[in-house]
Protein backbone atom coordinates (compact mmCIF):
# COMPACT_ATOMS: atom_id res chain seq x y z
CA UNK A 1 0.00 0.00 0.00
CA UNK A 2 1.17 3.15 -0.62
CA UNK A 3 0.73 5.70 1.84
CA UNK A 4 0.49 9.60 0.40
CA UNK A 5 1.28 12.21 2.59
CA UNK A 6 -0.84 15.10 2.63
CA UNK A 7 0.71 18.59 1.95
CA UNK A 8 0.50 21.55 4.21
CA UNK A 9 1.27 24.89 3.35
CA UNK A 10 3.66 27.06 5.76
CA UNK A 11 1.89 29.16 7.89
CA UNK A 12 3.76 32.46 6.21
CA UNK A 13 1.89 31.34 3.17
CA UNK A 14 -1.30 30.87 5.25
CA UNK A 15 -1.28 34.60 6.82
CA UNK A 16 -0.06 35.97 3.02
CA UNK A 17 -3.10 34.38 1.39
CA UNK A 18 -6.11 35.56 3.92
CA UNK A 19 -4.09 39.24 3.85
CA UNK A 20 -4.88 38.94 -0.47
CA UNK A 21 -8.16 37.46 0.20
CA UNK A 22 -9.72 40.04 2.37
CA UNK A 23 -7.96 42.73 0.31
CA UNK A 24 -9.73 41.38 -2.49
CA UNK A 25 -13.14 40.88 -0.67
CA UNK A 26 -13.38 44.71 0.60
CA UNK A 27 -12.10 46.16 -2.74
CA UNK A 28 -14.89 44.93 -4.53
CA UNK A 29 -17.60 45.26 -2.01
CA UNK A 30 -16.08 48.79 -1.57
CA UNK A 31 -15.57 49.53 -4.92
CA UNK A 32 -19.30 48.34 -6.54
CA UNK A 33 -20.96 49.49 -3.05
CA UNK A 34 -20.08 53.11 -4.85
CA UNK A 35 -20.31 52.24 -8.25
CA UNK A 36 -23.73 50.47 -7.42
CA UNK A 37 -22.36 47.74 -9.53
CA UNK A 38 -20.73 44.57 -8.02
CA UNK A 39 -19.65 43.02 -11.64
CA UNK A 40 -17.69 45.92 -12.74
CA UNK A 41 -15.97 46.09 -9.32
CA UNK A 42 -15.49 42.52 -9.74
CA UNK A 43 -13.74 42.54 -12.94
CA UNK A 44 -11.95 45.76 -11.87
CA UNK A 45 -10.16 43.78 -8.56
CA UNK A 46 -9.66 41.09 -10.78
CA UNK A 47 -7.69 42.27 -13.18
CA UNK A 48 -5.88 44.26 -11.40
CA UNK A 49 -5.23 42.18 -8.26
CA UNK A 50 -2.47 39.65 -10.25
CA UNK A 51 -0.29 42.80 -10.54
CA UNK A 52 -1.04 43.84 -6.86
CA UNK A 53 0.23 40.45 -5.91
CA UNK A 54 3.80 40.22 -8.17
CA UNK A 55 4.56 43.77 -7.13
CA UNK A 56 3.64 42.97 -2.84
CA UNK A 57 5.83 39.41 -2.82
CA UNK A 58 8.52 41.83 -5.18
CA UNK A 59 8.72 44.68 -2.51
CA UNK A 60 8.93 41.99 0.38
CA UNK A 61 11.35 39.29 -0.92
CA UNK A 62 13.59 41.57 -2.91
CA UNK A 63 13.68 44.84 -1.55
CA UNK A 64 12.90 44.39 2.11
CA UNK A 65 14.18 41.05 2.91
CA UNK A 66 17.01 40.92 0.83
CA UNK A 67 18.61 44.48 0.40
CA UNK A 68 16.87 46.51 3.52
CA UNK A 69 17.21 43.80 5.64
CA UNK A 70 20.71 43.02 5.00
CA UNK A 71 22.09 46.78 4.76
CA UNK A 72 21.88 46.98 1.01
CA UNK A 73 20.53 50.32 0.96
CA UNK A 74 21.83 51.53 -2.44
CA UNK A 75 20.21 48.51 -3.75
CA UNK A 76 17.31 48.84 -1.44
CA UNK A 77 16.97 52.76 -2.98
CA UNK A 78 17.38 51.53 -6.63
CA UNK A 79 14.79 48.22 -5.97
CA UNK A 80 12.12 50.71 -4.43
CA UNK A 81 12.21 53.28 -7.05
CA UNK A 82 12.48 51.49 -9.96
CA UNK A 83 10.04 49.33 -8.44
CA UNK A 84 7.32 52.34 -8.40
CA UNK A 85 8.13 53.25 -11.60
CA UNK A 86 7.72 49.48 -12.99
CA UNK A 87 5.01 48.25 -11.65
CA UNK A 88 3.10 51.92 -11.57
CA UNK A 89 3.75 52.19 -15.87
CA UNK A 90 2.31 48.03 -15.83
CA UNK A 91 -0.56 49.29 -13.82
CA UNK A 92 -1.23 52.31 -16.18
CA UNK A 93 -1.40 50.02 -19.10
CA UNK A 94 -3.64 47.95 -17.75
CA UNK A 95 -6.36 50.38 -16.56
CA UNK A 96 -6.09 51.93 -19.93
CA UNK A 97 -5.78 48.83 -22.30
CA UNK A 98 -8.61 46.78 -19.94
CA UNK A 99 -10.45 49.04 -17.71
CA UNK A 100 -11.15 52.01 -19.57
CA UNK A 101 -11.59 50.88 -22.98
CA UNK A 102 -15.01 49.08 -20.84
CA UNK A 103 -15.87 51.02 -18.06
CA UNK A 104 -14.46 54.77 -18.60
CA UNK A 105 -13.70 55.47 -22.33
CA UNK A 106 -13.45 59.11 -21.48
CA UNK A 107 -10.14 59.00 -19.90
CA UNK A 108 -8.78 57.57 -23.44
CA UNK A 109 -8.62 61.18 -23.93
CA UNK A 110 -5.23 61.43 -21.99
CA UNK A 111 -2.00 59.91 -23.64
CA UNK A 112 -0.97 56.57 -21.92
CA UNK A 113 2.46 58.32 -21.04
CA UNK A 114 0.35 60.95 -19.39
CA UNK A 115 2.59 61.67 -15.90
CA UNK A 116 0.24 62.31 -13.36
CA UNK A 117 -1.85 59.18 -13.84
CA UNK A 118 1.28 57.09 -13.66
CA UNK A 119 2.25 58.49 -10.89
CA UNK A 120 -1.23 57.96 -9.44
CA UNK A 121 -1.52 54.62 -10.30
CA UNK A 122 1.85 53.97 -8.54
CA UNK A 123 0.68 55.70 -5.41
CA UNK A 124 -2.37 53.66 -5.42
CA UNK A 125 -0.54 50.16 -5.94
CA UNK A 126 1.81 50.61 -3.77
CA UNK A 127 -0.14 51.61 -0.86
CA UNK A 128 -1.89 48.63 -1.03
CA UNK A 129 1.68 46.73 -1.64
CA UNK A 130 3.34 48.78 1.56
CA UNK A 131 0.41 47.69 3.89
CA UNK A 132 0.73 44.13 2.40
CA UNK A 133 5.16 44.05 3.48
CA UNK A 134 4.14 46.39 6.98
CA UNK A 135 1.63 43.12 7.99
CA UNK A 136 4.27 40.43 6.91
CA UNK A 137 6.81 42.56 9.22
CA UNK A 138 4.65 42.92 11.97
CA UNK A 139 3.55 39.73 12.17
CA UNK A 140 7.70 38.39 11.69
CA UNK A 141 8.49 40.42 14.45
CA UNK A 142 5.91 39.03 16.59
CA UNK A 143 6.92 35.73 15.98
CA UNK A 144 10.94 36.57 16.51
CA UNK A 145 9.79 38.30 19.43
CA UNK A 146 7.89 35.04 20.61
CA UNK A 147 11.55 32.81 19.40
CA UNK A 148 13.50 34.90 21.66
CA UNK A 149 11.28 34.99 24.49
CA UNK A 150 11.05 30.91 24.44
CA UNK A 151 15.33 30.76 24.05
CA UNK A 152 15.44 33.44 26.25
CA UNK A 153 13.18 31.36 28.86
CA UNK A 154 15.08 28.39 28.00
CA UNK A 155 18.65 29.95 28.64
CA UNK A 156 17.32 31.46 32.15
CA UNK A 157 15.94 27.80 32.99
CA UNK A 158 19.47 26.12 31.81
CA UNK A 159 21.33 28.74 33.66
CA UNK A 160 19.32 27.95 36.71
CA UNK A 161 19.53 24.04 36.46
CA UNK A 162 22.82 24.95 36.67
CA UNK A 163 23.05 26.99 39.81
CA UNK A 164 21.16 24.62 41.34
CA UNK A 165 23.26 21.55 40.62
CA UNK A 166 26.09 23.56 42.02
CA UNK A 167 24.20 23.51 45.32
CA UNK A 168 26.26 20.43 47.27
CA UNK A 169 26.54 19.80 50.68
CA UNK A 170 29.92 20.97 52.23
CA UNK A 171 29.42 19.05 55.19
CA UNK A 172 29.21 15.13 53.41
CA UNK A 173 32.83 13.85 54.03
CA UNK A 174 33.02 15.78 57.21
CA UNK A 175 29.92 13.83 58.07
CA UNK A 176 31.23 10.54 57.36
CA UNK A 177 34.36 11.22 59.30
CA UNK A 178 31.60 12.05 62.20
CA UNK A 179 29.97 9.04 61.25
CA UNK A 180 32.72 6.91 61.51
CA UNK A 181 33.78 8.11 65.08
CA UNK A 182 30.24 7.67 65.84
CA UNK A 183 29.56 4.45 64.71
CA UNK A 184 32.89 3.34 67.65
CA UNK A 185 32.18 5.23 70.39
CA UNK A 186 28.04 5.61 70.43
CA UNK A 187 26.93 2.61 68.10
CA UNK A 188 22.96 3.01 68.88
CA UNK A 189 22.97 6.38 67.19
CA UNK A 190 23.90 5.16 63.87
CA UNK A 191 20.38 4.12 62.53
CA UNK A 192 18.95 7.04 62.74
CA UNK A 193 22.22 9.20 61.50
CA UNK A 194 22.42 7.28 58.45
CA UNK A 195 18.62 7.91 58.06
CA UNK A 196 18.79 11.03 57.97
CA UNK A 197 22.07 11.24 55.77
CA UNK A 198 20.15 8.74 53.32
CA UNK A 199 17.10 11.04 53.74
CA UNK A 200 19.65 14.12 52.79
CA UNK A 201 20.93 12.60 49.80
CA UNK A 202 16.97 11.59 48.22
CA UNK A 203 15.71 14.96 48.90
CA UNK A 204 19.06 15.62 46.65
CA UNK A 205 18.15 13.35 44.47
CA UNK A 206 14.42 13.68 43.67
CA UNK A 207 13.25 16.80 44.58
CA UNK A 208 16.33 19.29 44.01
CA UNK A 209 15.88 19.48 40.42
CA UNK A 210 11.89 21.03 40.62
CA UNK A 211 10.98 24.38 40.47
CA UNK A 212 8.98 24.33 44.02
CA UNK A 213 8.69 21.80 46.60
CA UNK A 214 6.36 21.70 49.71
CA UNK A 215 7.82 24.20 52.10
CA UNK A 216 7.43 21.58 54.80
CA UNK A 217 9.69 19.00 53.00
CA UNK A 218 12.50 22.12 52.49
CA UNK A 219 12.48 22.81 56.52
CA UNK A 220 12.63 18.66 57.16
CA UNK A 221 15.74 18.87 55.03
CA UNK A 222 17.32 21.63 56.88
CA UNK A 223 16.81 19.80 60.15
CA UNK A 224 18.16 16.48 59.23
CA UNK A 225 21.07 18.57 57.96
CA UNK A 226 21.87 20.30 61.35
CA UNK A 227 21.31 17.09 63.10
CA UNK A 228 24.02 15.69 61.19
CA UNK A 229 26.22 19.13 61.24
CA UNK A 230 25.89 19.10 65.15
CA UNK A 231 27.94 16.14 65.22
CA UNK A 232 30.94 17.79 64.81
CA UNK A 233 30.31 20.17 67.75
CA UNK A 234 28.82 18.28 70.58
CA UNK A 235 27.68 20.50 73.44
CA UNK A 236 29.77 23.27 72.63
CA UNK A 237 27.22 24.08 69.89
CA UNK A 238 23.75 26.07 71.44
CA UNK A 239 21.39 25.41 68.47
CA UNK A 240 17.74 26.79 68.35
CA UNK A 241 15.57 26.35 65.92
CA UNK A 242 12.17 28.21 65.06
CA UNK A 243 9.91 27.28 62.48
CA UNK A 244 8.10 24.54 63.94
CA UNK A 245 4.58 26.90 64.34
CA UNK A 246 4.11 27.84 60.99
CA UNK A 247 0.16 27.95 60.33
CA UNK A 248 -1.12 26.69 57.09
CA UNK A 249 2.09 25.80 55.42
CA UNK A 250 0.46 22.93 53.70
CA UNK A 251 -0.28 24.59 50.31
CA UNK A 252 3.13 26.39 50.41
CA UNK A 253 6.10 25.88 47.98
CA UNK A 254 9.08 27.29 47.70
CA UNK A 255 12.41 26.75 45.56
CA UNK A 256 14.47 23.96 46.68
CA UNK A 257 17.55 24.42 48.49
CA UNK A 258 16.97 28.03 48.34
CA UNK A 259 17.64 28.14 51.95
CA UNK A 260 20.75 25.70 52.51
CA UNK A 261 23.23 28.55 51.58
CA UNK A 262 22.15 30.79 54.99
CA UNK A 263 22.53 27.24 56.87
CA UNK A 264 25.86 26.26 55.55
CA UNK A 265 27.16 29.96 56.65
CA UNK A 266 26.47 29.74 59.40
CA UNK A 267 28.36 26.57 60.72
CA UNK A 268 31.26 27.45 58.06
CA UNK A 269 31.88 31.16 59.37
CA UNK A 270 30.66 30.39 62.73
CA UNK A 271 30.87 27.12 64.10
CA UNK A 272 33.60 25.55 62.12
CA UNK A 273 35.80 28.85 62.93
CA UNK A 274 35.18 28.70 66.59
CA UNK A 275 37.13 26.51 69.45
CA UNK A 276 34.80 26.88 72.37
CA UNK A 277 31.03 27.56 73.02
CA UNK A 278 29.26 28.89 69.55
CA UNK A 279 25.75 29.59 69.08
CA UNK A 280 23.12 29.34 66.30
CA UNK A 281 19.59 30.84 65.91
CA UNK A 282 16.91 30.13 63.13
CA UNK A 283 14.05 31.78 62.49
CA UNK A 284 11.25 30.91 59.74
CA UNK A 285 8.08 33.55 59.82
CA UNK A 286 5.19 33.75 57.10
CA UNK A 287 3.94 37.52 57.36
CA UNK A 288 1.37 38.99 54.94
CA UNK A 289 2.07 36.10 52.14
CA UNK A 290 5.87 36.79 52.72
CA UNK A 291 8.30 34.18 53.89
CA UNK A 292 10.76 35.96 56.37
CA UNK A 293 13.92 33.65 56.58
CA UNK A 294 16.74 34.67 59.63
CA UNK A 295 20.40 32.72 60.49
CA UNK A 296 21.98 34.64 63.04
CA UNK A 297 25.16 32.88 64.36
CA UNK A 298 28.52 33.72 66.69
CA UNK A 299 31.40 34.24 64.94
CA UNK A 300 35.12 35.01 65.78
CA UNK A 301 36.06 38.95 66.11
CA UNK A 302 39.47 38.48 63.76
CA UNK A 303 36.99 35.99 61.37
CA UNK A 304 36.55 36.92 57.81
CA UNK A 305 33.04 38.60 57.18
CA UNK A 306 30.82 35.82 55.76
CA UNK A 307 28.71 36.27 52.97
CA UNK A 308 30.35 38.98 51.13
CA UNK A 309 32.20 36.64 47.89
CA UNK A 310 32.87 33.52 47.10
CA UNK A 311 30.82 31.20 45.02
CA UNK A 312 28.40 30.22 47.27
CA UNK A 313 27.01 34.37 47.53
CA UNK A 314 27.11 34.47 43.84
CA UNK A 315 25.14 31.60 43.13
CA UNK A 316 22.99 32.95 45.74
CA UNK A 317 22.37 35.94 44.24
CA UNK A 318 21.94 34.83 40.41
CA UNK A 319 19.25 32.13 42.06
CA UNK A 320 17.47 34.99 43.74
CA UNK A 321 17.79 36.96 40.24
CA UNK A 322 16.31 34.58 38.13
CA UNK A 323 13.51 33.51 40.78
CA UNK A 324 12.54 36.95 42.52
CA UNK A 325 13.93 39.37 40.05
CA UNK A 326 13.94 42.60 42.23
CA UNK A 327 10.65 41.42 44.84
CA UNK A 328 12.87 39.84 47.34
CA UNK A 329 14.90 41.30 49.78
CA UNK A 330 18.20 39.83 51.19
CA UNK A 331 20.05 41.71 54.34
CA UNK A 332 23.48 40.63 55.33
CA UNK A 333 24.24 42.51 59.34
CA UNK A 334 27.53 41.86 60.44
CA UNK A 335 28.68 42.88 63.84
CA UNK A 336 30.96 42.38 66.95
CA UNK A 337 31.00 39.26 67.65
CA UNK A 338 28.00 38.19 65.52
CA UNK A 339 26.08 38.09 62.28
CA UNK A 340 22.66 38.10 61.15
CA UNK A 341 21.47 37.04 57.26
CA UNK A 342 17.55 37.61 56.28
CA UNK A 343 15.93 36.82 53.42
CA UNK A 344 12.29 37.85 52.59
CA UNK A 345 10.01 36.74 49.68
CA UNK A 346 6.79 36.58 48.26
CA UNK A 347 5.21 33.04 48.20
CA UNK A 348 2.21 33.57 46.39
Known sequence: ??????????????AQGLFWLCFFLFEWLNTGAYLDNFQQGLCQISVQIPLLIVAGYWHLLVTVRRFLLHGRMAAFWTSLVGGLFVFGVLRRAISYHWIYPVYYPDALEKPFWYAPKILAEAMQLHLVVGLFVVVDLVRHALRQQQLSETYRREKVSAEYQLLQSQVQPHFLFNTLNNLTSVSIQQPDKMP???????????????ESHRDKVPLSKEIAYLKDYISLEQLRYGDRLDMQMNFNALPGTT???????????FVENAFKHGAAQTEGPCWIQINLSINDNRLIFSVENSVQNDAPVPFQSGLGLTNLKKRLKILFADSYELVTMPEEGQFLAVLKFNIN
Open 1 to 14: MIRVSSFKLPKELW
Open 251 to 261: HIVVPPMLLLP
Open 192 to 206: NLLQRLAGLLSYQLH
